[in-house]
Structure formats: structure tokens, C-alpha cells
């Protein structure tokens, strides 16, 4: 009995041995075939965020450039309005008090 045991346990042993060695197998085939996916997974995720990074640079760009040409323009434009002021004298002018003359014909 005791050999009988002995014979069934290394047959038993020896197809556990072959079943443990298929399982290894496909699952290294298994886990290089979900490591590449990821890989290719990961590089199309960073080729298209580096696309987008780089479309909203270029708009964040244009538009900072637009910002500074119309603030350039505004310093343009209020800088030749200060030029332009009326001078102290010509208030006087208008705001001068009517001749004594006018004063008189209208009393």
C-alpha cells in the first residue's frame, strides 16, 4: 500500500509540476501582451496631451500678443491725448468776464 501511495503521489506531483509550469507560461504571455497594450496605451496618451498642451500654449500666445499690441495702442493713444490738451489760456478765453460795455446796455 505504501508503494502504491508512493507511485500515485509522484504521478500526481509530476502533472501538477507540468500544469504549474502551462499557468507560468501564459501568464507571462498574458502579462507581456498587457505590458505592450500599456505601452502603446501610454504613448498615445502622451502624444495627444503634448498636442494639446501645445494648442492651448499657441492660443495662450495669440492671445497674449493681442493683449500687448491693443495696451500699446491704448499708451499710444492716450499719450497723444495728453499731448493734444487745451492750453490754460484758451479756458481763460471763454470763460473771460462779458466787457463792461455789454454789462451796461444790459442793466
Do not use: C, Y
Amino acid at each position: 500500500m505504501a508503494h502504491a501511495l508512493k507511485t500515485s503521489l509522484a504521478g500526481e506531483t509530476g502533472a501538477r509540476i507540468e500544469e504549474v509550469h502551462t499557468m507560468l507560461n501564459r501568464f507571462t504571455k498574458e502579462h507581456q501582451a498587457m505590458a505592450s497594450s500599456l505601452r502603446n496605451e501610454l504613448s498615445s496618451f502622451q502624444s495627444s496631451l503634448t498636442k494639446a498642451v501645445d494648442e492651448m500654449l499657441a492660443t495662450f500666445s495669440a492671445d497674449h500678443q493681442q493683449a500687448r499690441a491693443h495696451w500699446e495702442h491704448l499708451t499710444a493713444t492716450m499719450s497723444r491725448k495728453k499731448a493734444r490738451k487745451p492750453t490754460s489760456s484758451a479756458k481763460a478765453a471763454s470763460s473771460a468776464p462779458a466787457p463792461l460795455k455789454e454789462k451796461r446796455k444790459k442793466l
